[in-house]
């Protein structure tokens, strides 16, 4: 909080240094800068997809993960915030989530049905269907982990969204961690850590 204060302290500084001889397109450099900064603070480390087609989203963050694999806990959602640029205009999406489990055989797909968290249109955060070409998006997944996936497994999930020709939209990969479901008191102690 007090990164965030700074930023928007220096922002203010610098904008009344404009009439000082400051442009005001240097001004907006530095503003997309501190935005950046901000958005680099809050971002998981996903990669392309290997199984299935799609771009990468401009930004994608997984609650409580900045490096893989992500420690998700049983019995709680995942929550995955991500920022994507519509390729066209879209008049309906799904969000399709598929676990690759290893074997000696090969990864093997699961499909993890994500019932009423896969209409994507439902989730947008800063928009609505339909969307049009170009237009900056911001979604949130949750994803509810089952307890039969047991504690310990280690799979890559790829997230793709895609739109009602079944056209892909976006899609990211990420190694996964299932863990033990967490405790009301082990919940508090992690937001007493993070004030």
Do not use: H, W
């Amino acid at each position: 909080m007090i990164v965030y204060l700074d930023i928007i302290e220096e922002i203010f500084l610098i904008s009344q240094s404009v009439s000082r001889g400051f442009s005001v397109k240097m001004l907006r450099a530095v503003i997309l800068f501190c935005v950046v900064l901000v958005v680099r603070g809050q971002t998981t480390d996903v990669s392309q997809c290997t199984a299935n087609p799609g771009p990468l989203p401009i930004n994608a963050y997984i609650a409580g993960c900045s490096s893989a694999p992500c420690n998700l806990p049983q019995l709680q959602d995942a929550v995955i915030n991500i920022i994507f640029r519509a390729p066209r205009t879209i008049r309906t999406m799904r969000t399709l989530a598929v676990a690759y489990i290893p074997s000696p055989f090969g990864n093997i797909p699961f499909p993890y049905g994500l019932g009423d968290d896969a209409e994507t249109c439902n989730f947008l955060t800063n928009t609505y269907c339909p969307v049009v070409q170009g237009e900056v998006i911001q979604y949130t997944l949750r994803m509810y982990i089952e307890s039969f996936f047991p504690v310990d497994t280690q799979v890559s999930i790829e997230f793709r969204i895609v739109d009602e020709a079944s056209s892909p939209v976006m899609c990211i990969r990420v190694p996964i961690r299932i863990t033990a479901p967490e405790t009301f008191g082990a919940r508090n102690a992690t937001l007493i850590e993070e004030v």
